[in-house]
């Protein structure tokens, strides 16, 4: 079964850093993009950050540029979100998602793991 | 900053057909955006309905259809079923690869 199983959320005080996860199975992660999405309590999706298949490439949303690195381990089949200098505004659900190959959309989405930022 | 515009909410009644749209704040939508369509409901991640402007993702019932309707990126639903309220994301790619979600669109059925 493909399946993308996110981990490491909590709670986290203002300018903390935490570490996101996200275990692919299932399909040949090395050979896809993948991407960090999340959702504030009730608001809307947003786009975080992606990466290419090699992990030689990568892109960030404004809001969280020069903050948060999107890594990949191809070895382990797995996605991170290094997050640093968080604020209370990066409170919400994170969800990885895998980008469907030549269509630059999403095909498989995880469950997602929250993450709050409070003091 | 580009902004993709969808409308905030929408409602359709048991069997009718609604269509919501994905714009842009500034220009048109082409196929050059692969707009992409997604539903959520309330606790769950998103699934995924459209991709590539009209391309139903596997398991999607054919009720579903995307396109572009003038200058903008369309989400057709015929005949519409209740456990189709939810929550309608579209997302344009915006090149290198980045993306953009829209604001959603909040589809009650009643």
């Known amino acids: 079964e493909v399946q993308l199983v996110e981990s490491g959320g909590g709670l986290v005080q203002p300018g903390g850093s935490l570490r996101l996860s996200c275990a692919a199975s299932?399909?040949?992660?090395?050979?896809?993009?993948m991407h960090w999405v999340r959702q504030a309590p009730g608001k809307g999706l947003v786009w975080v950050s992606r990466?290419?298949?090699?992990?030689?490439?990568?892109s960030y949303a404004d809001s969280v540029k020069g903050r948060f690195t999107i890594s990949r381990d191809n070895a382990k089949n797995t996605l991170y979100l290094q997050m640093n200098s968080l604020r209370a505004e990066d409170t919400a659900v994170y969800y990885c998602a895998r980008e469907k190959r030549l269509h630059r959309a999403f095909d498989i989405w995880g469950q997602g793991t929250m993450v709050t930022v409070s003091s | 900053q580009t902004v993709v515009t969808q409308e905030p909410s929408f409602s359709v009644s048991p069997g009718g057909t609604v269509t919501l749209t994905c714009g842009l704040s500034s220009g048109s939508v082409s196929t050059s955006y692969y707009p992409s369509w997604y539903q959520q409901t309330p606790g769950q991640a998103p699934r995924t309905l459209i991709y590539s402007t009209n391309t139903r993702s596997s398991g999607v019932p054919d009720r579903f259809s995307g396109s572009i309707l003038g200058n903008k990126a369309a989400l057709t639903i015929t005949g519409a079923q209740a456990d189709d309220e939810s929550d309608y994301y579209c997302?344009?790619?915006?090149?290198?690869?980045?993306?953009?979600f829209g604001g959603g669109t909040k589809l009650t059925v009643l």
């Open positions: 299932g399909f040949t992660f090395s050979s896809y993009w």
């Open positions: 997302v344009l790619y915006m090149g290198s690869g980045s993306v953009v």
């Open positions: 990466i290419n298949s090699d992990g030689s490439s990568t």
